[in-house]
């Protein structure tokens, strides 16, 4: 299950900081010679993070490992529950990134499913490739959900997207999912900026006076952290 890196691969900046910089950071997108636009409405973003059962993403991740993937299911919006929305191999090699995407077209819910009935409803909407990982990540770890903003450049080249509002709920040794229970964490923002590797010179002019600094950060390893 090692993937090789595809054409359209593609690098991030991250950049983390107090929530109390998000208007200095978009006071900057607003100013930037890249002509930054909105891309899409703000949206929640939920995500239910799927691990091997002796964490192999989480422990990949620490390790700094050059070629790692981890498994989320992703939808969108206010609903808590899983709606219909895709499940995402995210796959990193090196410096670059890219997703495998399997659309789940049914809500994998009904009112007081386990983990072992939404795991099937997903299960059985996904092809063979995506079973074989859903297979190899068996373990519902974190549900996390944030807000999202999408900013693209004039050129089209360059997102960039700003996250706040983070909560994390601890699905560990239970049946069923927990959608209320929240860790607590810190009150932060995450800006990344996304490019072509090919666009690496120009992704780097355009990050020139960001007011936060750069920063290695993955939501699955510090909502881990956050509910152990």
Known sequence: MAPTVPRDARREIKFVARRGYIEPVRDWLRHNSAL?????????????????????????????????????????????????????????????????????????????????????????????EGRLWFEHYPLPVIINRYEREYFLSGDGLVRVTIDQNQSIFDQRRKSGPNFTLAAPLPDIIVVEIKFHHSDRERAARIAQGIPIRASAYSKYVNGVRAVS
């Open 36 to 128: 930054f636009r909105t891309a899409y409405p703000s949206r929640t973003v939920n995500n239910i993070y799927f691990d091997t059962y002796d964490y192999e993403a989480y422990n990949a991740n620490l390790s700094g490992a050059s070629a790692r993937s981890k498994v989320r299911y992703r939808w969108y919006g206010e609903e808590t529950v899983p709606q219909a929305g895709k499940l995402e191999i995210k796959h990193k090699r090196n410096i670059f990134g890219w997703k495998t995407l399997y659309p789940i077209s049914m809500a994998p819910w009904e009112e007081g499913c386990s983990w072992t009935k939404i795991k099937q409803l997903i299960r059985d909407q996904l092809p063979l």
